[in-house]
C-alpha cells in the first residue's frame, strides 16, 4: 500500500512568489492535514480537509490556502512568499474522522527554501 | 489543548528499555495521550495513544498514571533505529485530526 506522497519534494522560490505543494492521501483516506516545520518553531498545524471541508484551520496568515479534491488529493498554496515561509512542510492523512481513531500517516515533506 | 512538559533529550543505551517521560497536569477527561517521533529527515510516526489504561502495541507501551497527569512512554528495546524526537501530545478528540505538537525528546540511542 502506497504511504502519503508529497511534490515536490525540494523546491527554491524568491520573496514574492507562489508556490504550490501536492498531496496524494494514502488510498481510501479522506482526511487531509497540513503542517509546517521550522526550527524555532517546530511543528505548526496549518489546516485539515475532510471530504473536500476544511475543518479545522491554524493560526496562519491568508497567504496561506489549502484544498482538497474529490479523490481526496489535496493542495496547499503560499501566496507572497516571505523569507520565513522557508520550511518543511508536512502533509498526513487518516482514514478516520477523529485523531483519536486512527492514527495519522505523514509523507517525507516538501522542503521550501525561499531566496 | 493541555500542555505538556517533556525533557529536551535523553540518552539510552542499546538493548535496554527507553522510558520516555511526559507530564501533562493540566489534562482534563476528554484528553487522549498521543504519541509520535520524527526521525531525522523523515515525517512523523505515529507510535501509541491512550486515555486512562494502559496501552501496548507492537512498537511501544504506554503507562498513565491513575491521576492522569503524567504518562511513560517506553520502548522496551531499544535499537539505534530509535533515535529520533519523541513528542508526547494531549488533547481531545473534538479537534478532528489536528494535532498540537510541542518541542519533543531527543532520544539518542547510543551503541
Known amino acids: 500500500k502506497a504511504g502519503v506522497t508529497q511534490t515536490p519534494r525540494y523546491l527554491i522560490k524568491t520573496r514574492g512568489q507562489q508556490v504550490t505543494l501536492s498531496c496524494s492521501p494514502i488510498?481510501?483516506?479522506?482526511?487531509v492535514s497540513w503542517y509546517q516545520q521550522t526550527p524555532g518553531q517546530g511543528l505548526q498545524f496549518l489546516f485539515e480537509?475532510?471530504?473536500?471541508?476544511?475543518?479545522n484551520k491554524g493560526n496562519f496568515p491568508g497567504r496561506f490556502s489549502g484544498r482538497q479534491f474529490s479523490n481526496s488529493r489535496s493542495e496547499m498554496n503560499v501566496s507572497t512568499l516571505e523569507l520565513g515561509d522557508s520550511a518543511l512542510y508536512l502533509c498526513?492523512?487518516?482514514?478516520?474522522?477523529?485523531?483519536?481513531?486512527?492514527?495519522?500517516?505523514f509523507g517525507e515533506g516538501s522542503r521550501l527554501t525561499v531566496l | 489543548d493541555a500542555k505538556t512538559t517533556q525533557p529536551p533529550s535523553m540518552d539510552c543505551a542499546e538493548g535496554r528499555a527507553a522510558n520516555l517521560p511526559c507530564n501533562h497536569s493540566?489534562?482534563?477527561?476528554?484528553?487522549?495521550v498521543y504519541w509520535y517521533r520524527q526521525i531525522h529527515s523523515q515525517g512523523p510516526q505515529y507510535i501509541i495513544h491512550?486515555?486512562?489504561n494502559n496501552e501496548t502495541n507492537e512498537m511501544a507501551s504506554l503507562i498513565i498514571t491513575e491521576d492522569r497527569k503524567s504518562s511513560t512512554l517506553i520502548l522496551p528495546h531499544a535499537t539505534l533505529r530509535d533515535t529520533a524526537v519523541y513528542y508526547c501530545?494531549?488533547?481531545?478528540?473534538?479537534?478532528?485530526?489536528?494535532?498540537?505538537f510541542g518541542g519533543g525528546t531527543r532520544l539518542m540511542v547510543k551503541p
Open positions: 498526513a492523512s487518516s482514514s478516520t474522522g477523529r485523531v483519536n481513531t486512527g492514527e495519522l500517516f
Open positions: 488510498s481510501g483516506h479522506r482526511s
Open positions: 501530545i494531549a488533547q481531545n478528540n473534538n479537534a478532528g485530526n489536528m494535532l498540537t
Open positions: 480537509y475532510f471530504s473536500e471541508t476544511q475543518r
Open positions: 493540566t489534562i482534563s477527561g476528554n484528553e487522549y
Open positions: 491512550g486515555l486512562k
